[in-house]
Structure formats: structure tokens, C-alpha cells
């Protein structure tokens, strides 16, 4: 390396440039070209200034489709141009180097699990007083719960445009042909663990999907009383009576009664293309699948509640919605784009997809979520006042790592649910003891 | 003696001059991110906010991290079985291309072909090719009566399942290597051996491979960062699971950095890695003098 150097130097000192032993005059010109280039990269570097609102979101591209109409319609009304920012992957960290980079976006589109990431640290504007002072919307505009999960210690943080919670999606076909009454709302564990069997087809058809992803196994949790960590979010309360049975009765589905599909059943297959496919009688999963089901499903289906355990049917609460960088330059204006995202029409717009449950009463309510299938869409809503968000400690993103990969082994059957959960418990402790 | 020049005819000027573009983007992007990630290292920082400086208590947390001896031991696995694998069958088909063959053009561009494609393609496919239920891998040893084996879910088969689609992506690159290297043999030696009745087997082992010297020692080097810094199909294939199996240690840096930034912990990892690199390319280095017998002055 060092000889490749000193080899060059040798050569330039024999002269070997001669191809640019131009005379003086070219060569200043050459200088003041190449000076001139590096300044036009450094200022191409630069970013430009505009008046333009930055908004960033997440979404498939028919949620982009969507959005497109209204960010245009308000471009219209107010005469801000918008520039929007699609992040569809690996959002939370390209949001965090555009606020280390000081391009953080005038209005981001969040989800209630990444919000208090960035409130903690200042990054998202104070809404409340905004949305107080407001002449065209209001707080009773919004579902109480969702507008509580885009808080943050008390401060409101964003505008919801969807709460999200979980339901069970059931194959209508499959239960007439068991001769199986369809679930009711307000239907119970003990019910489930008596039907599934009717409706198991063992190696061809299962009573109910099985996800070992910690948002679908938490209800079980919740519905029995039990949670991952404790209120103050300083203890994982996994190892507890009532969480371990919430794990033990959704275990058993699996491993005891059989009436919930393997790994071995089901290779690579996701849950949702199982139940897509007629194999699943039931499965726990949330609106999102609808509009994908709308299109695709031939046989006859419907949503009911969560089955109630011995704390009764708990689901999450989770919300997304718009929130508004406390450096935005342009805060009246990124505020009007937050209320037109967030009003009745646009809410309307988005609802009609199938995609959403409308952060908004009088969208939900009405014809855009309730007509169409699921015909049961209104149990969506019903289970609203009795849902709860997710908790959200600092190391969120991790503590979810471990619950997903140190369980791993109990939901496949290697481990027990003494063996699993220990040394998870004892990992979730570290994490949440960690002060940043 | 020279006359007093003006500066811009000393030929050293010019030459930084010219070379100023090329400095200044290699100083942009790369060396101040590189001095900086050393600094972040002796930091606390989330992204969001001012960093904060905590002296060594990233280097010392790590080696207190449970995950960090298993990050480690999966690693360091990784490598050992990715060179063997590698470098094997790279020499092997390098000799098998090397003969007169009809077709070789073709089988020279097979093999080079999974290494100019895309390694997230490459891993789509390997995902149904190692699916349990179905996969291309399975159905073969179904044939001969095998059970089905979960090869991405075990913690057992994960990670050598990896190494083998690694190995199968890169191949090419080394097989090129080697066949440069086998092309430049000197004739007149193996000749000579030839003559003195070495044939087949004791030619390759006593002539062509000590001979080839310089060109493993190479593709040695390469295919060991390489190892080392394994990451995109980890990212696409397991995200480091089952049971943190098949997290190495750029994936964890990774993880540590973008998904639960912690910025200052993933900088100490990511110079525990440079020290770990340096450290064994200078091993390699210096170990050459013993197995490298041909080896041109340069």
C-alpha cells in the first residue's frame, strides 16, 4: 500500500503528467471549472427551500391512491402544495435520521407505538391547544380511546385517523357444514375450547388460526386477567397466575386439543391465506384483512368478538394518525392539512376501502364502515369501551424481539411454559430497568 | 538550483487538485461517518436528541450482554463454515473449469450468475427451496424417504442453511478467482513435475496448490470479510431467530442501531468488528510466509 504510494509520487516526479502541462491560462480556466463543479455539488447537496408542507406516511400503494384525492383537494382549498413522503418500510427509522438529518417532516402519519418514541424527546408539537381553539373540529369528534392512545403523559400528540383492535374472522361455509352454531358476540373461552373439535378436520382443518406473534396472543392474556408488564412498566408480568393461564389455555389449543394447525401444518403459509383458503374455521386478526378478503374470499364469512375469558373480551385499542413536528416553519398550515386529513370526508375516504375503523363516530357509525361485508362490521366498534392500548416502554421494538424469538420454542411445543418463560421474563426485566 | 516556482506549476498541487473530488467524497462519506461512529461509540443516543457521553460504558455493557457472546459464537460459526465450504468448492469446480470441456462457457457463466443477482431475489427463492411443507429441499428427501426438516425455524439448521445459500450466492466470484489464479500457473513446473511421475492427486496436492498460494491466501482474505459481514439475507430470511440462532453480528448492529436505536452500543460493536478484522487479516498476513511459497516481490 505505502509502496503503491511512493511508486506514484516517483512517477509524477519523472514527469509523467505531461498530458496536462497545458499552458498558464488553460489551466486556470481548469482550475475556476473544477472549483465551480464542487460548488454546484455542495449546493445541489443543500436542501431546497419551499413552501411546500412535507408529509410522510406509510401505506400500500391503494392507500396511497386514496390519500392522493384528498392531499390534492386540500391543495385546492387552502393553496399549500404538499409534498409527500411514502416511507412504506422501516418507517420509524427513516423518520428518525430525517429529524437527525433536520428534514423531519411538517406532518407525519403515526402509530401509537412509535409516538411515544418521539414525544419523549420533543420531536412532536402539542396539539391540544390547536385542536381546543379549533372552529371545525372537535374532541367529541373522535372515539375517546383513540384520541387517548395519540397522547402521550396527558399531551395530545396527533389526530387518529384509525383505531385498530382485534376480532375473530369466521368461515361461515365451515361451521354449517359441522352443524355448529356461528359464534355470538359475548361468546366465552369455554365455548371455543367446546366447538373447536366439531370443526377440526385433523391434518386438513383447523377450528382456529395460531399466530405466536405477541399482538394476537396478548387478548389471551388481557382476557384472563393478566398482561407483559405492569402498569408503572417496570416489571414483566408474564410469569404471573393469571398471564400464565391466558398463555396455557391459548397453548393448549395448539399442543392439548389439537384444533389449532402446527408449524408442521402449515410450512411457511401465513394464517390469513390459510383462512383465505377455507382451512381455518376461526382467527384472531383485525380489520386491515378486509378489503384483501372483499376481493378474494368466495365462501361466506363474518366477524365476532374476541372470546370472553374470566376478565371478560379484551382486545387493543391501538390508533394511528397525523402528527406535527414541533420545528415545523409552517404550523398553521401543517395544522389545516391535520384537520382536513382528519375530517369527516377524508376519514370517509379512507373508510370506504374496507382498509380502517374510523377514528370518528359519525364515519363509523354510518353507511362507509357499516355497509359491505363483514356484515358484523359493528362489532369493531362494540368492543371499543372495553379495549385498552398497548403499553408502550422505551424499549418497545426489543422487549417485542424477545417476547417473539424467546417464546418462540413454547408455541412450537420443544419447551414448556415453565422452561420458555424465565429467562424471558428475567430479559424483559433488563430492558425495561435500562434508563435512557 | 530551481528557480522559485509559482504553486500551481508544482506538479503536488495539481495532483491533490485533481484528485480533490475523489477526496472529498471519500471524506464525506466515508471517513468522517468513520470517525464519528467512533465517537458515537462512547455515546448514549436514541437518534432524537443531543448524544449523550458515557465514557465506556457501551464497550463494557456489551461484554456484559448475554446476546453478545451467542452474536459471537454464531458469527465466528458462520465464517468457519462458510470459508471450509467456500473455499473447497471453489478450488474443486475452478479445477473442473479449467479442463477442455465442451460447454464451458456456459457452466463459467452459471456459476457466476447467482453472483450478479440480486441477494434479496436469491433469498425469495432459497425461502421456497428450504419451505417445510412443499419446498424444493424437502420433496427431495422425501424421495428418499427423510422426514421433513424446518430448516429456517430450527436453531439447529438455520444458520448452516444460510451458510449454504451463501455460499452457493458468492461461489462464482472465487471460482473466477482461482480459475485466474490456475491459468497463471507456470507451465514449465507443472511440466517438470509431470515428468518426474507426479500425476493427478500428488501434482494438485505437492505442486498446484502450493503454487496457488497467493491466490487462496486472496480469496481467503475476501470471502472472510465477506463472512463477516453478513447481514441482507439474514435481514430478509430470519431477522436472527430462531432463538437468536442466526444473528451475527452485523445483523444485531443493525438491529441495535435502526430498529432499537441504540446508537452508541451498535458503534461499539461495529469497532469491536473492525478490531476482530484487522486482528485476523494480520494473522492471515502473517501467517503467509508459511504457507505461501510463491510470492512476487511486488
Not at chain 1, 184 to 202: C, N
Not at chain 1, 311 to 316: I, K, L, M, W
Not at chain 1, 356 to 378: E, T
Not at chain 2, 15 to 26: Q, T
Request: proline share 7%; with cysteine; glycine share 8%.
Amino acid at each position: 500500500m505505502f509502496r503503491t504510494g511512493w511508486a506514484i509520487r516517483r512517477v509524477a516526479g519523472d514527469g509523467c503528467y505531461h498530458g496536462l502541462a497545458m499552458p498558464r491560462p488553460a489551466r486556470s480556466r481548469a482550475l475556476l471549472a473544477l472549483t465551480s463543479l464542487m460548488a454546484a455539488v455542495l449546493v445541489a447537496c443543500a436542501p431546497a427551500h419551499s413552501t411546500a408542507l412535507r408529509f410522510s406516511t406509510w401505506g400500500s400503494l391503494d392507500e396511497i391512491a386514496t390519500l392522493r384525492p384528498i392531499l390534492e383537494a386540500f391543495t385546492r382549498k387552502e393553496g399549500v402544495p404538499v409534498e409527500l413522503i411514502h416511507i412504506p418500510d422501516e418507517y420509524a427509522h427513516k423518520l428518525r435520521l430525517m429529524v437527525v438529518g433536520g428534514t423531519v417532516p411538517d406532518v407525519m402519519f403515526m402509530s401509537n407505538e412509535a409516538l411515544p418514541g418521539f414525544a419523549r424527546k420533543g420531536v412532536l408539537a402539542d396539539l391540544a391547544l390547536r385542536l381546543a381553539k379549533d372552529g371545525q373540529l372537535r374532541e367529541r369528534d373522535f372515539f375517546p380511546q383513540v384520541l387517548d392512545a395519540m397522547r402521550w403523559k396527558g399531551t395530545l400528540h396527533g389526530l387518529p385517523r384509525d383505531l385498530s383492535n382485534l376480532v375473530v374472522f369466521y368461515n361461515k361455509d365451515l361451521f354449517d357444514e359441522a352443524g355448529v352454531p356461528y359464534p355470538k358476540p359475548g361468546w366465552t373461552m369455554a365455548d371455543l375450547q367446546r366447538i373447536a373439535p366439531k370443526l377440526t378436520v385433523p391434518g386438513k382443518r383447523w377450528a382456529i388460526g395460531f399466530q405466536p406473534n405477541p399482538l394476537i396472543w396478548t387478548p389471551w392474556v388481557w382476557s384472563h386477567g393478566g398482561d407483559i408488564v405492569d402498569a408503572s412498566m417496570t416489571r414483566c408480568t408474564l410469569g404471573d397466575p393469571a398471564a400464565r393461564e391466558g398463555l396455557q389455555v391459548y397453548l393448549d389449543l395448539r399442543h392439548r386439543q389439537h384444533v389449532a394447525p402446527s408449524d408442521k401444518d402449515t410450512g411457511n403459509a401465513r394464517m390469513t391465506q390459510l383462512f383465505a383458503t377455507g382451512k381455518l374455521a376461526m382467527f384472531v386478526y383485525g380489520r386491515w384483512a378486509v378489503p384483501g378478503y372483499r376481493r378474494k374470499i368466495k365462501f361466506n364469512w363474518d366477524v365476532t368478538t374476541f372470546p370472553a375469558g374470566p376478565a371478560g373480551s379484551v382486545v387493543d385499542t391501538d390508533a394511528s394518525g397525523w402528527a406535527m413536528s414541533a420545528r415545523t416553519r409552517q404550523p398553521e398550515a401543517a395544522w389545516k392539512l391535520i384537520r382536513h386529513l382528519a375530517s369527516r370526508e377524508s376519514i370517509e375516504a379512507f373508510t370506504r376501502s374496507g382498509l380502517i375503523v374510523p377514528s370518528r363516530p359519525d364515519v363509523a357509525y354510518g353507511p362507509a364502515f357499516l355497509s359491505g361485508s363483514p356484515a358484523g362490521s359493528r362489532v369493531f366498534l362494540d368492543v371499543i369501551a372495553k379495549g385498552r392500548p398497548t403499553r408502550v416502554p422505551p424499549a418497545y421494538d426489543e422487549i417485542t424481539w424477545e417476547l417473539i424469538d424467546g417464546l418462540g420454542p413454547m408455541w412450537t411445543g420443544e419447551e414448556s411454559l415453565d422452561e420458555a418463560l424465565p429467562p424471558v421474563i428475567k430479559r424483559v426485566d433488563a430492558l425495561l430497568a435500562e434508563v435512557r | 538550483m530551481q528557480p522559485v516556482r509559482h504553486p500551481l506549476r508544482s506538479e503536488r498541487i495539481w495532483g491533490l487538485l485533481l484528485a480533490s473530488p475523489a477526496l472529498f467524497i471519500i471524506g464525506v462519506f466515508s471517513l468522517l461517518p468513520t470517525l464519528a461512529s467512533f465517537l458515537i461509540g462512547f455515546t448514549d443516543w436514541d437518534l432524537l436528541g443531543a448524544p449523550k457521553w458515557v465514557g465506556l460504558d457501551n464497550y463494557t455493557s456489551l461484554l456484559a450482554d448475554p446476546v453478545f457472546p451467542k452474536v459471537v459464537a454464531n458469527t465466528l460459526l458462520f465464517v468457519v463454515l462458510y470459508l471450509v465450504l467456500d473455499l473447497v468448492l471453489a478450488l474443486a469446480l475452478a479445477l473442473a473449469l479449467n479442463q477442455k470441456l465442451r460447454g464451458l462457457g456456459f457452466f463459467r457463466t452459471a456459476y457466476f450468475l447467482p453472483v450478479v443477482t440480486s441477494m434479496v431475489a436469491v433469498s425469495i427463492v432459497w425461502e421456497w427451496i428450504f419451505d417445510p411443507r412443499g419446498g424444493a429441499l424437502n420433496e427431495v428427501l422425501r424421495w428418499f424417504g427423510g422426514e421433513p426438516v424446518h430448516w429456517l425455524s430450527d436453531p439447529a439448521t438455520a444458520l448452516p442453511a444460510l451458510v449454504v445459500m451463501s455460499v452457493w450466492k458468492s461461489l462464482g466470484t472465487n471460482v473466477v478467482l482461482f480459475l485466474a489464479g490456475l491459468q497463471a500457473l507456470p507451465g514449465e513446473v507443472l511440466e517438470s513435475a509431470e515428468v518426474d511421475g507426479a500425476t493427478g492427486w500428488r501434482r494438485f496436492w505437492h505442486v498446484t496448490l502450493p503454487l496457488l498460494g497467493p491466490t487462496v491466501l486472496l480469496v481467503g482474505i475476501l470471502a472472510g470479510i465477506r463472512a463477516f459481514q453478513t447481514f441482507d439475507s439474514v435481514y430478509i430470511m430470519t431477522h436472527g431467530g430462531p432463538r437468536r440462532s442466526t444473528t451475527v453480528i452485523v445483523y444485531w448492529l443493525f438491529q441495535n442501531a435502526f430498529t432499537y436505536f441504540k446508537l452508541g452500543k451498535a458503534s461499539a460493536l461495529a469497532y469491536m468488528l473492525f478490531a476482530v478484522l484487522a486482528g485476523l487479516t494480520w494473522v492471515q498476513w502473517t501467517l503467509r510466509k508459511r504457507w505461501v511459497h510463491q510470492e512476487q516481490d511486488t
